[in-house]
Each structure stands twice: as structure tokens, then as C-alpha cells.
């Protein structure tokens, strides 16, 4: 489901700076001091040796911490303060504390927040600036801000948006501004020659614009390449080289990518490393013959992808994430190295030698960088809330934040290296917990294994109808779980019995839950459980279904058995307001070329998988005449360019214009329908949920009946329905919504499709629509939605019984 809509991701807010390893500007700082994003030389790495003197009885120790507002904003550190931004939930601020004490010394009232949307936070992104005695900082509506470090006052400051047109990116400004001598550098965003803008740092005088391209979260770099140190930037289409104190531009390599996060690393002297697509990542090479720079690809690899983690370049290899894992490549080849689940997603710096990492979760783990492996050190855990920034290093600490705090860890002398507990592998006091306590004490460990595996004609194992435990048996490195149960791109490690090719994974569910699962073969292979026979045939690929005991199979959508059907009508529609022709299956109930009677017509979208998985015509031949009355169905196929850009993306108006002014006054023309909105239902699921939704309330008096299972709702959907929806005696409808516990969510962003269709409900509910349907214990797919797309029939075209 990755980036199917939204390819810059669901969450998609860490703006990056890289610099190499060769001779850079920097702000003029002490050598103690990390006084930007990433760093001194923005690379992400602090050079100095004999600072984690792990074998002489050092440790890493909570010297404090304070409450923080949210934000991603990372802190900087010079001149005795600790520097970032957060948000109160009311304003955006510029916020200094003691670095020693970690007591505030100030703060900057920027803006009002700025409010977190379709997966994000509230609060800035970007990460101040500390250049000599002051602090450049911007703030995510586009306030470019120059204060005096020392007391917080500002000396100037301009908007990037009201005063220089700039492009206000999706998620915000995030970009961080560069300091180099007298300019102050900032990727402002445009397409007329203002994609990157220099100011005069102490006055905000602008110096040079220039470039024509859009930015996302791309912030610039200086790196000496040749003789000449030049400026660095990636826009959205293509990398420049230029000129800092003039803006010219040198060289430009057009990259293909288009992912709003490309940022460079440079790799030894004249090589840049790019993640210039989601899945992908290049490496190019800068040249010079006779004074003329160009650029061109030594290698592309799929071995990062998936992050907005930039890697870090260190002695011949690349350390960073790809997906949710560590990983280490060679910078020459691209080649895999090594790959680690532990110790999960996150963002990294290097500190003497150490990789030092902050994950999502809250934890923060030291581990020796070697092209050897993940070999953790020493790992803490700091918050409970999410956290979405990499760590600082400064004069020996090591200084981040989360959601909610920041701290400040000491390296000092420790009796003990500190170290996070594993997690509980099984649920004590189980029977499955039991064997696998004999089996680890046994001495023939197989012996015990077959002997389970012979009893069980069925798996998983389910115990006292909550407790289910996953097994997997079979040769492999590394194996984890994904499914419902925890959520978009979250994958849960299996525990090996040591010795053994036994893999297991112990969890809990409610008692009538349905959800799909699949196991991870080595980090890439996606496996069905081979011990289950329960199947599910997904447009995600195939996976393995668990119902737990009390889940109630439904039998409307088997292959109907001795009973009328219907037939098909296909034909294919022409649009005016679209490009391309539509195929339309229009089902027709039984004996209706028998009759002259005129039939209430359902709008089902995504009408192709409705019927391969949703199994909706089996359910229609099942139903009609026996609890649903007969009825007319229109299954819409999807323009393949365009899927689910019909619902959510450009063409939602198009698709919705299309529905309503051409093809139900075609049906309406061309087949016995009842011409009435009472007569009509618009029905989707998923993203298509949020269709019907669309086209019932941006044109009332079309449908009186619309339905939705786990509608696809972020903030900008929901505010579109808030501005269309009056009331229930303004526009009265039937409503049928329907959600599931386990519906698609990240845990680790701000974003759940389950919780905003129980907020959407709510919403309804207060405009006066009585709703049927609700929360239920199952995932988001149509294996799960058509479980009970005979209630949405139901509540709509119940059976009518003739009088005498």
C-alpha cells in the first residue's frame, strides 16, 4: 500500500542536511559546539576520538530532563545553549535552555501553531541555526527569523511566503537555513527563479536569487569540490552545483526522482549520495575537464529506500535505514553489507566511531559502526512519546527530544552499562509458554518440536479464545510478522528457539476479531503462513486470514446454491469530463426481463474489486428475494492510470461531476430505475468510502443513501466533508458507516483511519444523521469488508413483504 496516493508518504516530515567529509563552511563555533542541524559540518558525525571509553567503565547517564512542546525541530548547541523549536499547541516558539542545567533561558513567540495534518504533528520542522552571536530559525508558515542568541530579541526578520513568494510546502517549511560567511542560504521553493534565495545574515538583505524548481524538505550544503567550494542544493526534478557567493549555477544533473526528502551526502571528495526515490537510492559522481563541472550515475541500489533517515558516510560504507531497518552498505558498489531489525526505526549520528540512535519509540542506543554487524553497546530508554529527531552531540553530551521532552545524557563513569530489558517473547502461564519452557531445556529439541507440530492439524494456536501464538518453522536468518493487528509498516520479530528452525510470536485479541497476517522471510520476502490454511487473496498481494473463535463466519458471499441470479450488463461509458472509456458491470436482479417493474439502483466504486474480492454478486443472487429487495447494481471500474486518484487525488472533482451529470442519468435513460434520490445508494470502501461520501454532499438531491467501510479519512478529506455537510433536514440521507479496530494506522504518525471514521461518525451524529453500522474487531481490506456488505444491503433495500 506504500505511497499509493501520497508518495512523498504519510508522514514525510524529516528535512535533512548532508555535508562530506572534506573541507566545509561553517558557522564560526567552538569545537564543542553542534550549532545546526546535523552538526558542525552537517554531515551528521563528531570526528573527535576517546570519547566513549566504554572499556574504561564509562556510561551514558540521564543528566536532565524537561518538558517540550511537539515539533521535529533537532537541537543545536553552542556558546553554552541548547537551541530548538516547539509548539504549545496555541503558538510556535524559538526556545533556548542552560546546556548545562537544561533551565530555559528564553523564548520566541514565531506564529500561531502550525496544526499537524494528514499524518503529521503540530509544531516547526526545521532546525535553528546558531552563527556566532545569533540564531536563524524558520518557522514552518514561512518566518525566516534572526535572534540575538544571548537574550532572544530579534534583529530581523522576513516572511518567505508574503514578502518572496515562495512555495509553502505540503507539511510546512522544513528546510534549514545555511550559514556561509555573509549569506544566509535557504531552498525558499519556486518556479521563477527564487528556488534558492541567499539573504545577508545580519541584516536579511536578499543577495541573489535563483533557480526554477519546487522544494519539499531539501536544505542546502556547501563541499569543496575541485578547487572551488560550491553550494549544493537538490530540488525536486534536479541537483545544482553553484556558486554561494553568487547563486551561478555550475552543474546540474536532473535526478528523476521527485521525492520531496532527497538531500545530499557527499561520499569522500566528489561523490553524492541521493535517496532520490522511495524505493531507490544513487550514487552520482562530480567531475571537472578544463574548468566545466557535469555529473553522472555510478550505481543505483534498492538497499536504502523506504526513510527519511539520512545515512552517514564513514570509512568505505553508508550506515542509515532502509524501511524499519539498520542497515550498512559499501559507498562503492551500493552492495548490502549488513541489515539489523534492532534496534528499530529511527535516526542516527556518529559519534567516535558509534553509531548513536534515536528511535521513533523513544529509546536511544549506542552500537560501534562496523561493516561487521549491529552490535549494541548501551541503549536506554528516555520517552514515552513518539520521537521524530536525531540526537546532538556537544562538549561530551548527547542532547534530543521527542514529542513532549528533551534531554540530556552524560558520558560518565558507570559501574554498569545501562541496557533495555528485552520484551516478553511469550504471554506467561499459558500452555504455549509451557512448551516452549521444555523445549529450551530439552536435549532433543526437535523431537519435542515434531511432536507439536503433529498435534496441532491447524495453526496458529489459539488458547482460552484471546490468546493466539504464530509459529513458523523453516530455515531462515531473520523472521517477523506483519499484519492488522499492528498497524501500516510495522513488522514484530519472532523469537527463535535457540538450535532449533521453530520461530514464534505470542499476542492477544478479542474474541471475535478477524484480521490477515503474513510472515517476513529475511527482511524482504513477504510469506504466507504455510501452517494455515485460511487464505486471503488481497490486491496487497496474498495473506494468511485468523479468525478467532467467537468471529461469526457470514455466508451471503459463497457461490449461491439453488437460487435465482442475476446477470451481467457490460458495456463500456464515455465520459466528457474524463479522458479514456469506462467499464461499467450493471447488474441486473433476477426476472427483470420479465417484467416492467423500475428498481432503486446502488453506485458501487471500485466495482472490479468489489466483485473479484468483495464477492458482491454472490452476495446480491444470495440476498435478493430473501432480506434484500431486488435491485439494480452499477459496479464502477476504476481508468487504470488513474485508480485512486478518482477519490482522493486531482481527479476526485472530475470523477464526481462525471458520476452525477453523466453516468446516473445514462442508467436512469437506459435501464427500469426508480429516477429518485430515495431510490439510490453510493457506495465505497476505503479510499472510494470517501468518494461516495464526496459526490453525496458536493451534489445533494442525487443520492438519499450513501455508505462507507473504513473511508479514507486524513485531515484534508475531513475538512473537505466539513465544508460540504449542512445538516440532516437540509439534506436528509440514510448513512451507513462502518470501521474496523484494526483499520490502517501508523503508530509511529498521526494518522488512523479507524479513529477519524469513529470522529466522522460522531460528526455526522451531531449534524442529525442517525447512522447505522459502527466499530468492529477486523483490518482494512476487502476480505474484511465484505463480511458485512449484507448489512449495508440490508439497512438499505430491506426486503419488502407483499400484502394480500
Not at 90 to 112: N, P
Not at 525 to 544: H, K, M, Y
Not at 569 to 579: G, I, K, Q, V
Request: charged share 25%; aromatic share 12%; glycine share 8%.
Amino acid at each position: 500500500m506504500r505511497r499509493l496516493l501520497y508518495p512523498v508518504g504519510l508522514l514525510y516530515l524529516v528535512s535533512v542536511v548532508f555535508l562530506s567529509e572534506v573541507a566545509f563552511a561553517s558557522p564560526v563555533v567552538s569545537g564543542k559546539d553542534w550549532p545546526s542541524w546535523r552538526g558542525q559540518n552537517y554531515d551528521g558525525k563528531w570526528s573527535q576520538s576517546d570519547v566513549f571509553k566504554f572499556d574504561e567503565g564509562y556510561g551514558i547517564k540521564l543528566a536532565w530532563k524537561k518538558p517540550l512542546g511537539s515539533g521535529y525541530s533537532s537541537v543545536s548547541i553552542a556558546d553554552g545553549l541548547a537551541v530548538t523549536m516547539f509548539s504549545d499547541s496555541t503558538f510556535d516558539y524559538i526556545v533556548a535552555f542552560d546546556a548545562q542545567t537544561g533551565d530555559e533561558q528564553w523564548r520566541h513567540k514565531v506564529d500561531s501553531t502550525y496544526i499537524g495534518h494528514d499524518g503529521s504533528h503540530n509544531g516547526p520542522i526545521s532546525t535553528p541555526v546558531i552563527a556566532g552571536d545569533k540564531v536563524i530559525a524558520l518557522g514552518p508558515k514561512g518566518q525566516l527569523v534572526t535572534l540575538d542568541l544571548e537574550t532572544g530579541k530579534e534583529i530581523w526578520s522576513t516572511h518567505l511566503v508574503e514578502e518572496h513568494k515562495a512555495q509553502v510546502p505540503t507539511y510546512g517549511f522544513a528546510t534549514c537555513p545555511l550559514v556561509y560567511d555573509k549569506f544566509l542560504i535557504v531552498e525558499t521553493g519556486g518556479t521563477k527563479g527564487n528556488a534558492i534565495t541567499s539573504f545577508h545574515k545580519d541584516t536579511g538583505e536578499i543577495l541573489w536569487s535563483t533557480g526554477a524548481d519546487t522544494i519539499h524538505y531539501q536544505s542546502p550544503i556547501t563541499v569543496d569540490l575541485g578547487d572551488q567550494t560550491q553550494l549544493l542544493c537538490v530540488g525536486d526534478k534536479q541537483v545544482y552545483g553553484m556558486m554561494p557567493e553568487t547563486g551561478e549555477i555550475i552543474w546540474n544533473y536532473r535526478h528523476g526522482g521527485g521525492l520531496g526528502h532527497i538531500n545530499p551526502v557527499m561520499v569522500d571528495q566528489n561523490r553524492v549520495f541521493l535517496h532520490y526515490k522511495w524505493s531507490e537510492s544513487m550514487l552520482l559522481s562530480v567531475t571537472e575537464k578544463e574548468g566545466q563541472f557535469s555529473a553522472e550515475e555510478v550505481w543505483k541500489s534498492r538497499n536504502i529506500k523506504g526513510t527519511y533517515c539520512p545515512p552517514i558516510y564513514y570509512d568505505g560504507h553508508l550506515y542509515g535505514y532502509s524501511g524499519n531497518f539498520l542497515t550498512c552498505i559499501e559507498a562503492d558498489s551500493g552492495e548490502s553489507v549488513w541489515k539489523s531489525r534492532q534496534p528499530g526505526d529511527g535516526f542516527l549520528i556518529l559519534v567516535d566511531g558509534h553509531l548513536v540512535i534515536q528511535t521513533k519509540k523513544g529509546t536511544l542506543h549506542i552500537a560501534k559502526a562496523s561493516p561487521e554487524g549491529y552490535e549494541e553497546i548501551a541503549s536506554l530508554k528516555l520517552f514515552d512519546e513518539l520521537a521524530w529527531t536525531p540526537p546532538s552531540f556537544a562538549d561530551n553530551r548527547i542532547y534530543t527530544r521527542s514529542l513532549s521532552e528533551i534531554a540530556c545524557l552524560d558520558i560518565t563513569k558507570s559501574a554498569q552499562l545501562p541496557t533495555i530489558a528485552e520484551k516478553d517473547v511469550f504471554i506467561p502461564g499459558t500452555k504455549f509458554a509451557q512448551f516452549i519452557k521444555e523445549v529450551n531445556q530439552a536435549e532433543d529439541k526437535k523431537a519435542l518440536i515434531d511432536e507439536f507440530m503433529d498435534s496441532h492439524e491447524q495453526l496458529p494456536v489459539i488458547e482460552e479464545a484471546t490468546l493466539v501464538h504464530f509459529v513458523y518453522r523453516g530455515e531462515a536468518k531473520d523472521m517477523a510478522i506483519a499484519g492488522h493487528m499492528f498497524g501500516y509498516d510495522i513488522e514484530e520479530p519472532m523469537t527463535r528457539i535457540e538450535g532449533t528452525n521453530f520461530f514464534y510470536y505470542s499476542t492477544k485479541l478479542e474474541p471475535d476479531a478477524m484480521v490477515n497476517y503474513r510472515f517476513i522471510r529475511d527482511f524482504e520476502e513477504s510469506v504466507p503462513d504455510s501452517l494455515n490454511s485460511n487464505r486471503a487473496q488481497t490486491i496487497f498481494g496474498e495473506f494468511s486470514s485468523l479468525a478467532m473463535p467467537k468471529w461469526t463466519k457470514p455466508d451471503h458471499f459463497e457461490e449461491p446454491e439453488g437460487v435465482a441470479r442475476g446477470r451481467l450488463d457490460t458495456l463500456r461509458f464515455e465520459s466528457n469530463f474524463m479522458e479514456g472509456s469506462r467499464k461499467l458491470d450493471i447488474y441486473l436482479p433476477p426476472k427483470y426481463d420479465e417484467t416492467d417493474k423500475s428498481y432503486p439502483v446502488a453506485y458501487v466504486h471500485w466495482g472490479a474489486v468489489a466483485q473479484n474480492f468483495g464477492k458482491m454478486t454472490n452476495t446480491l443472487d444470495n440476498l435478493i428475494g430473501k432480506s434484500v429487495s431486488p435491485l439494480i447494481v452499477v459496479f464502477i471500474h476504476q481508468l487504470p492510470p488513474a485508480r485512486g486518484q478518482e477519490f482522493l487525488g486531482d481527479l476526485k472533482e472530475k470523477y464526481a461531476e462525471s458520476l452525477v451529470e453523466e453516468l446516473v442519468p445514462f442508467v436512469d435513460e437506459n435501464y427500469r430505475t426508480v429516477a429518485a434520490p430515495e431510490a439510490r445508494a453510493n457506495i465505497g470502501m476505503g479510499f472510494s468510502g470517501f468518494g461516495a461520501f464526496y459526490s453525496t454532499f458536493k451534489y445533494p438531491g442525487t443520492f438519499g443513501k450513501v455508505s462507507g467501510q473504513s473511508t479514507f479519512l486524513l485531515t484534508e478529506q475531513e475538512n473537505e466533508l466539513k465544508s460540504l455537510i449542512s445538516d440532516a433536514q437540509t439534506q436528509p440521507l440514510e448513512i451507513y458507516l462502518d470501521w474496523g479496530k484494526y483499520d490502517y494506522r501508523s503508530p509511529v504518525e498521526a494518522w488512523d483511519i479507524g479513529k477519524a471514521n469513529k470522529w466522522f461518525a460522531n460528526y455526522l451524529e451531531s449534524k442529525g444523521y442517525t447512522l447505522a453500522g459502527g466499530e468492529v474487531n477486523e483490518g482494512f481490506s476487502w476480505i474484511n469488508w465484505r463480511n458485512r456488505t449484507d448489512k449495508i444491503l440490508k439497512t438499505f433495500f430491506p426486503l419488502q413483504k407483499s400484502r394480500r
